[in-house]
T-cell receptor, first 114, second 112 residues
Framework: EAGVAQSPRYKIIEKRQSVAFWCNPISGHATLYWYQQILGQGPKLLIQFQNNGVVDDSQLPKDRFSAERLKGVDSTLKIQPAKLEDSAVYLC????????????FGPGTRLTVT | KQEVTQIPAALSVPEGENLVLNCSFTDSAIYNLQWFRQDPGKGLTSLLLIQSSQREQTSGRLNASLDKSSGRSTLYIAASQPGDSATYLCAVSPGTASKLTFGTGTRLQVTL
């Protein structure tokens, strides 16, 4: 079974530029999550989708971050414009159902904002 | 607001030792607790999932226990190996949603 796929793996941009990350969850997984992991910290949830609807985006900085999940499968996370403090690893995860089931994580995208 | 703490932040042990990693959480109303492993530059690998009705889970040399009333979980690793070197993260999920709240992790190094 293929795992969660993410691209790109690494990205370096200057502050105020824009960037987009892509995630393809495990086939059949209805729930998709984007987490931000700053160096030395645990991951923090940015947004959770159930199929193509948003379940939780309470910690998403909506003035600069946006995410969408078209057709309930792939998802993109965008940052515009980027700030220095956005430097982090962005992890995508998926699970079969919304409660009580393991989350499976992709390899992440390491973003460096200079 | 749920807060998850992991102690110690870093640990170095010689190969073959048994060791315990600790995780504590402030809100005992959790649905499940999950232990992950993270290798440098990699994503998270799920090690063990403990549902709220369970007290422990075992997989190979790993054993995780959960005590909801005291807000604690431990991950026991038996006969440690250099390949166990990684950062170990615990995460809890609230009763009615699957959002995970993570600790900051324990960085483990197993030396030859």
């Amino acid at each position: 079974e293929a795992g969660v796929a993410q691209s790109p793996r690494y990205k370096i941009i200057e502050k105020r530029q824009s960037v987009a990350f892509w995630c393809n969850p495990i086939s059949g997984h209805a729930t998709l999550y984007w987490y931000q992991q700053i160096l030395g910290q645990g991951p923090k949830l940015l947004i959770q989708f159930q199929n193509n609807g948003v379940v939780d985006d309470s910690q998403l900085p909506k003035d600069r971050f946006s995410a969408e999940r078209l057709k309930g499968v792939d998802s993109t996370l965008k940052i515009q414009p980027a700030k220095l403090e956005d430097s982090a690893v962005y992890l995508c995860a998926s699970s079969l159902v919304a409660t009580g089931v393991e989350q499976y994580f992709g390899p992440g995208t390491r973003l460096t904002v200079t | 607001k749920q807060e998850v703490t992991q102690i110690p932040a870093a640990l170095s042990v010689p190969e073959g030792e048994n060791l315990v990693l600790n995780c504590s959480f402030t809100d005992s109303a959790i649905y499940n607790l999950q232990w992950f492993r993270q290798d440098p530059g990699k994503g998270l690998t799920s090690l063990l999932l403990i549902q709220s009705s369970q007290r422990e889970q075992t997989s190979g040399r790993l054993n995780a226990s959960l005590d909801k009333s005291s807000g604690r979980s431990t991950l026991y690793i038996a006969a440690s190996q250099p390949g166990d070197s990684a950062t170990y993260l615990c995460a809890v999920s609230p009763g009615t949603a699957s959002k995970l709240t993570f600790g900051t992790g324990t960085r483990l190094q197993v030396t030859l």
